[in-house]
Structures are given as C-alpha cells and as structure tokens.
C-alpha cells in the first residue's frame, strides 16, 4: 500500500490561487481600457519594429542577391488529400494563405470595438465609415487621374488601401498618451479600408472565377453565422475547420481566399465574462484541486477558457503568431526591390509611382478631413466627429500609410516594371505619411492643456460604462460632494488586490480635493467564503455610523473575518455589539449588499477591485502613478465638457479593472 503524500497549501493560497485563474479570464477579455492599451500598443510598437526589420532585411537582399531573392520566393510548395493537391510557390501561400489571419484579427479587433469599444454606440460609426469610404475613393481618383488611359490604370486599386498593421505601429510609437478614442477612430478608417480593398480584390482583381467552389465557400460562411448564434461547448475547432473549407472554396473558385479571414473576424461576437460563467469556473477548478485527475483538469481548463469570448481567444490565439511573424514574412516576400539609379531615376517621373504617392500622401488625409467638416457642418452638427480636429488630421496622415494590401494588389496587377515602380511609390508613402502624421502629433502637444484636449477629442461626450447615477443617500462616498472627478470601486474585502489599492486611494483622498470616493460591494463568494458576510458587517457599522472606520479594519486585517472577529471588531469600534450581532445573524443588510452586485452585473464588473472614473472604465495599473494619471485626465475631460458643451448634469466614471 502506498501512502498518498500531497503537499498541503493554506487555504488562503488556494483562494488566492484560485482567484488569479478566475480573473485573469477578466483582465484578458476586458477592453478598450488604459491597462490593456498599454499591453496592446507595446505589441504594435514590436510589431512596427519587426516589419521595419523585414523590410530593410527584403531590400538588402533583393539587391545583394537579386537571383537567389526571387528564386526562394518561387519555390513550389504543394499539399494534398487523397488524389486531390494544391500547388502554390511559397510567396502566394504567404499573400493568399498566411496573410488570412493577419485580416482574420483586423475583423476581431474591429468587432471587438463594436461590441464593448467606443464603436458601441452605432452613430459614432457613421463618420470614421463615411471617411473611409471618401478616402478610398479620392486617392483612387487621383491615381486615374495621373495614369488615365494607359495600361497602368489597371493598378488603381493599389491607391485603396491603408496598412492596419503598420500604421497602429507608427501610431503606438508616437500616441503612447493619447486617449484610447483616437485608436477607434483609427482602427474604424482602416477596417473600412481592408474591407473594401478586398471586395475590390475579390471583384476586380480574380479571374476565372468559378461557381461551384464559390458556393462552398459561401455555404461554409454561412455555417459559421449559423453556428455564431449557437452556444456550443467548443466552437473554436467548428471554425477552424469551417474557415479552412471556407478558405479553400475561395481558392478554388479564383477569389482571393483573404477575404475569408476578415469575413469571419466581423462576425465573431465579444463580450465580457459573466460572473455566473466566472462561479462556475471556479467550482470546476475546485474540484480539480480536491480530486486532481486529467478529466477533472481537462474541465477546468474549458471552463475557464469558456468564460471568453471566441474573438478574445481567437486574438490572444494568434496575435503573436501575425504581429511577429506573419506580417514580417510578408513584408519580406514582397518588398525586394533592385534599387538601381535607372528605377530610382525613372520612378520620379513614372504615372504609376507618381499616382500611388499622390493618392497616400495627399489624398488620404485630404480626404478624411474634407469629409468630416463636411458631415458635420450638412447634419447641422448633429454628427459630431468622435475625436478632434488634430486626432482626425493625424488619422488622414497616418491613413496614407498603405503597405500589405496595397503590395498584395499591386502583385496582382502589373509585373516587370510598372510592378517594381508601384512597389517604390508605396514605400515612398510609407516614410512621407509617417513624417507627415508625427508632424501633427508635435505640432499638437505643443498646445496648451485645454486646447490639445480639444484639439484631440472635440465636443462628442465620452460614453459611459457606469448605469445609473452616485446617490450619496445609498452609496458609501468619502471627499467633496461637489469634486470633479468621481471615482467609484468595486471591491471585495477578503481581495488581497483591493487591500493593496485601499492605502493608495486613502492617499489620493487626502492630497487631491477634486477627487470623491465611493464603495460598492462586489464580494466574490466562489472565490472568498467570508466576503458576503464582510460586506454585511460594513453595512451593520454603517447603520451605527462607523461605515469607513469598519471598512478599512475589514480590508487591513482580511485574513480573520470569522464572525468571532467581525465581533472584535464591532467591539474596538465601540459600536452596540448586540444590535451588531443581530443584524449579521438577521442578515438585516443583505438586500444593500446585494444592491451593490446587481449594479456591477449592469456595469459588466465581474472582477475586483474595478475602478470606474466619471462613468468610463479604466483598466490599468492601481499603484499611484497610474490612478493619479487617470484622475489628471478625467478632470481634463470633464473641465472641457463643461466649456464645450451646453450645461448638463455629467456623471462620468472611469474604470480599471483590477483584477484579482
């Protein structure tokens, strides 16, 4: 007989063990948020420095070794099921194949921000779409308009196109502190235009399409909506295998098979974990902890990764995979070019260089400008821009940066010559779109504080992601009742995150008077045993008005709230212990605390601590330096609400889920 050996944890490591399972599922689905932001702009900025590399790495090669350079990107490679093959040379299986999930995560970045982003709101879809749609159409125009009526018109849908994946690099390097609705007025522009250039690729740019695999890949799609509105266990292989059908139809059948990637991206919903899904992950990895087996892992592991939305998974999935490697190698395969004096001589006064320059550099910014002032000024201001003048001006700049699906038309377009000077004007647009959008970004932190938040968000009010109102008449509020900034927590008393942050906001409180606080409970019961009755206890002191003295015992001492303790407690406090005692066993406060949970269910709070200010979610760091920038900021906005707009009641909230 075998004695079993199990190396015991403290319960309260287990709980924190726990805890950081359920909660990660919350940090990594939150969104359009300062914490994840950050994260997201440092893969940008990696990203942007690993397609820069490939770049110069493509040009070095393709003038060093310009033989060697076409022959690897020709080189045959072919797969096969049964008797049937697929034969494609290695630059088209990366233009055609790999490049799917590079336009697969435009469409779940893009449904992401319809969903819980800026873009919730659908009026806020209608200028950032009808500027992409005019700034499409404008460069298109003066590309025509330079190579009218010779062969090289054929390239115009090379003029479309701004790169997503490089221009949010550049953005990232230079717009670290811009506010996250500058990125969704972006990102919105440049989905417009991968949308639309692959339904030019699909409409203009194929040949000899044929129906039958077109109806594959039609009928495939439409299994992936069917399906979308179905909850399955695990629909993440369905997908997979219905994208892979979906793909080869479209291959098949002459149509540029991108379109596939950003089609299923578009209809891959996002939401944000349920607390209800969370407690029942919780009990699943619970179970595995008191009886470890594979079958009892294997169902943590999918009840905690189905807690996320399939566009969450599908992003953090591959990611990694396209912002390192997928975008590169592209870049790499196509951007050779031999620079010699007579292509460099001859590109200055090509219609096919000069029309591709011209239409990114002039017509792209042009034409998110015109036709935002234009919008505006026909609804009589009722369509408002999302952001400012300068963030829209520094969106048409950066918009003139086209790269991936600019040299993926360009490949089907033209070859030989007209190919390598198209390839010259796209890279020449690249540096001077660039120069141009850093050039309104300095111009634009030159200004001051107001005018740059003017300058950058405009008049349209932010949304805000916090129902209801601050009733100092329920609510637990500490600072000025009149302060500009509000910040309001939910919070867990047996959280070891919310008893890290509680000195810090204690801190702010006594060092910025335009700051009031406000406590919700949010007691993760699943998580901490002894949370629900903490919170009571708070409400019991509150009764006998002791609430913020109880409050802060309750988040200093979370590892003894038995109700022996709560008792002490009452007693050091020199609260009615008896009447304190009855209201805890009565469960007298149960119906506040539970007040408290439905707002954070309203709010989508599924994770403590979560911070709001003035009605707007903030997910970063809860040390000091990053809660006091947040505060800096909504005070910004809030003192530019009130001279921007006409006089209204504004409660607005920011929040950084905290998670832990």
Not at 649 to 657: D, E, G, P, Q, R
């Amino acid at each position: 007989m075998i004695a079993r050996q199990d190396t015991e944890v403290p319960e309260t490591q287990q709980r924190a063990g726990l805890l950081r399972l359920v909660t990660d599922a919350d940090t990594a689905a939150a969104v359009g948020t300062t914490g994840r932001q950050k994260i997201l702009l440092a893969g940008e900025t990696g990203g942007a420095v690993a397609l820069v590399g490939a770049l110069v790495a493509a040009l070095i090669w393709s003038n060093a070794f310009p033989a060697a350079y076409e022959a690897a990107w020709r080189t045959q490679l072919s797969l096969g099921l049964g008797s049937g093959r697929l034969g494609l040379d290695l630059r088209t299986w990366i233009d055609s194949g790999l490049m799917s999930f590079f336009f697969l995560l435009v469409g779940l970045e893009a449904r992401k921000e319809l969903d819980l982003g800026e873009l919730r709101e659908r009026r806020r879809l209608l200028l950032p779409v009808g500027a992409g749609v005019v700034a499409m159409a404008v460069p298109v125009g003066i590309y025509l308009a330079v190579n009218h009526g010779g062969p090289a018109a054929h390239g115009w849908g090379i003029a479309m196109s701004t790169d997503s994946a490089l221009a949010l690099g550049v953005f990232s390097v230079m717009g670290r502190r811009l506010p996250p609705r500058v990125r969704a007025f972006l990102l919105t522009l440049f989905v417009v235009d991968d949308l639309v250039a692959l339904l030019v690729i699909a409409t203009f740019y194929s040949h000899h399409i044929r129906p039958l695999p077109l109806a594959v890949a039609a009928a495939a799609f439409a299994a992936v909506l069917a399906f979308g509105t179905v909850r399955l266990r695990r629909p993440g292989s369905l997908i997979v295998v219905l994208g892979v059908v979906m793909w080869s139809g479209l291959m098949a059948s002459g149509v540029d098979p991108v379109v596939a990637g950003l089609a299923i991206g578009l209809v891959t919903s996002a939401y944000r974990p349920v607390r209800g899904d969370l407690e029942r992950a919780t009990g699943l990895v619970r179970l595995f902890r008191e009886q470890p087996s594979p079958r009892r892992a294997r169902s943590a592991a999918t009840g905690l990764a189905s807690t996320l939305s399939e566009n969450a998974r599908l992003q953090h999935r591959f990611r990694p995979w396209t912002t390192y490697a997928i975008i590169p190698l592209f870049a790499l395969a196509n951007a050779g070019i031999t620079l010699d004096t007579g292509l460099l001589l001859g590109s200055v006064t090509a219609p096919v260089t000069i029309g591709v320059f011209l239409a990114y550099v002039v017509g792209k910014p042009f034409s998110v400008v015109v036709t935002t002032w234009a919008v505006e000024r026909l609804s009589g201001g009722r369509l408002r821009p999302p952001v400012g003048w300068a963030a829209i001006a520094g969106s048409g700049a950066l918009a003139g940066i086209g790269f991936t699906v600019s040299l993926l038309i360009a490949n089907l377009a033209f070859a030989g010559r007209p190919l390598q000077e198209a390839k010259v004007g796209i890279l020449a647009a690249v540096v001077a779109s660039s120069a141009l959008g850093w050039a309104v970004h300095r111009l634009t932190a030159r200004l001051p504080r107001a005018a740059r938040h003017h300058a950058l968000l405009g008049e349209a009010p932010p949304l805000t992601d916090l129902p209801g109102r601050v009733d100092p008449a329920l609510d637990h509020v500490r600072g000025p009742q009149d302060a500009p900034v509000t910040v309001v927590e939910y919070g867990d008393y047996e959280c070891p995150y919310c008893s890290e942050a509680d000195p810090i906001t204690r801190d702010l409180l006594l060092s910025r008077p335009d700051v009031r606080y406000v406590w919700r409970h949010l007691p993760l019961s699943d998580i901490h045993p002894h949370a629900r009755l903490a919170a009571e206890a708070a409400e019991a002191a509150a009764a006998q008005g002791t609430f913020w003295p109880m409050h802060s015992l309750l988040l200093r001492r979370q590892d003894r709230l038995e109700m022996s303790d709560l008792l002490g407690y009452a007693a050091e406090l020199g609260l009615d212990v008896d009447k304190f005692r009855q209201d805890l066993n009565r469960r007298v406060h149960s119906g506040r605390v539970e007040r408290d949970i439905d707002s954070a269910d309203r709010s989508g709070v599924s994770g403590t601590p979560t911070f709001f200010f003035n009605g707007q979610r903030h997910q970063g760091g809860h040390d000091l330096a990053a809660l006091t920038q947040a505060i800096d900021a909504t005070r910004e906005g809030t003192e530019h609400a009130r001279t921007a707009l006409p006089p209204m009641n504004l409660n607005l909230t920011v929040k950084s889920s905290l998670t832990g």
